[in-house]
């Protein structure tokens, strides 16, 4: 390769680079100040349909006695108590927001190494 067109690709994969690493500096630092949405890779809509017809399923029981009867109506009502607890201490909807800022930290770190390692070779290209 000519010296001219190394230097001009190296140039633009160093520029390329860093474009890539401040935008998502940028996207990031707006997602977490909350001026932009945080994409929607989990969602609850599903979550909440099966919590709220989970506990309208009854099952069948046969020759059971009183006692296990008994025990079991215990364990449902218990279980509700404790769901409904955790639902006042932490929504749903909180669990779901973290994890799409999880995923969102994850995939912005990724295109951050990228970033760097694509203006690395322009770098390697220019110091040539």
Not at 7 to 34: E, K, Q, T
Request: hydrophobic share 50%.
């Amino acid at each position: 390769m000519s010296i001219n067109f190394q230097r001009v690709v190296g140039w633009l994969l160093l520029l390329g680079g860093v474009v890539m690493i401040f935008y998502m500096v940028y996207v990031s630092y707006n997602i977490f100040m909350g001026k932009m949405a945080a994409p929607d890779i989990f969602s609850s809509a599903g979550l909440a349909k099966n919590i709220q017809t989970s506990g309208n399923i009854k099952t069948p029981v046969k020759n059971v006695s009183q006692q296990s009867q008994l025990e079991q109506v215990i364990q449902d009502q218990l279980g509700k108590v404790v769901g409904d607890a955790l639902k006042n201490v932490l929504p749903g909807e909180v669990i779901f927001k973290i994890l799409d800022l999880i995923s969102w930290s994850i995939f912005a770190s990724i295109i951050f190494f990228a970033g760097a390692q694509i203006a690395g070779l322009g770098i390697k290209l220019l110091n040539k």
